[in-house]
T-cell receptor, first 118, second 112 residues
Framework: NAGVMQNPRHLVRRRGQEARLRCSPM?????VYWYRQLPEEGLKFMVY????????ESGMPKERFSAEFPKEGPSILRIQQVVRGDSAAYFC????????????????FGEGSRLTVL | QKEVEQDPGPLSVPEGAIVSLNCTYS??????FMWYRQYSRKGPELLMY????GNKEDGRFTAQVDKSSKYISLFIRDSQPSDSATYLC????????????FGAGTRLAVHP
């Protein structure tokens, strides 16, 4: 029973390159969240997606960052023209589909993708 | 002011000690409160979950929520070296979806 799968676990990019991070949610989960964790800081919400829909991207930087969760395949977090400040651990989390009244706030996290920008 | 405040520590205790970890928050709309444990270089794992005010116990762990004071706590009894990790509090408003707001995390070291 696989948990949330993220890859790559480690990614090194030079400034100006593109980074693509992938996330496959737990079986039966159709809600995906991306969080960013900077050194010595807590996790910061970036984006919430359901299949083929971006529900809340209020935590995403306005430029260079995008996310998608296609009908088939994993969710992708894409960072274009990376800068050193993008170096962080990016965590994906998933949850079951629930109605608002059933929502419990529980998220299941992957192991993270650690991006280093040289 | 951050929405959720958490002392980053580090906190170092001897094996067998009772550990108290705390968070304060400012948003009175928060209804769901969680504690996640994160080992070094790993993803956070849900440890305790509490809805609204009250206590919840699970083995050596007890979570407390005091909504009137906007204060939550996690107690670890008989702490073990395997409890050494970063503990993150998280919370979200009722309904809607799981847009968790996290504290910065408290690093705990339990030494034999």
């Amino acid at each position: 029973n696989a948990g949330v799968m993220q890859n790559p676990r480690h990614l090194v990019r030079r400034r100006g390159q593109e980074a693509r991070l992938r996330c496959s949610p737990m079986k039966g989960h159709s809600h995906v969240y991306w969080y960013r964790q900077l050194p010595e800081e807590g996790l910061k919400f970036m984006v919430y997606l359901q299949k083929e829909n971006i529900i809340d991207e209020s935590g995403m930087p306005k430029e260079r960052f995008s996310a998608e969760f296609p009908k088939e395949g994993p969710s992708i977090l894409r960072i274009q023209q990376v800068v050193r400040g993008d170096s962080a651990a990016y965590f994906c989390a998933s949850s079951r589909p629930t109605s608002a009244s059933q929502n419990t706030g529980e998220l299941f996290f992957g192991e993270g993708s650690r991006l280093t920008v040289l | 002011q951050k929405e959720v405040e958490q002392d980053p520590g580090p906190l170092s205790v001897p094996e067998g000690a009772i550990v108290s970890l705390n968070c304060t928050y400012s948003n009175s709309a928060f209804q769901y409160f969680m504690w996640y444990r994160q080992y070094s270089r790993k993803g956070p794992e849900l440890l305790m979950y509490t809805y609204s005010s009250g206590n919840k116990e699970d083995g050596r762990f007890t979570a407390q929520v005091d909504k009137s004071s906007k204060y939550i706590s996690l107690f670890i009894r008989d702490s073990q070296p395997s409890d050494s990790a970063t503990y993150l509090c998280a919370m979200t408003a009722s309904g809607g979806y799981n847009k968790l707001i996290f504290g910065a995390g408290t690093r705990l070291a339990v030494h034999p």
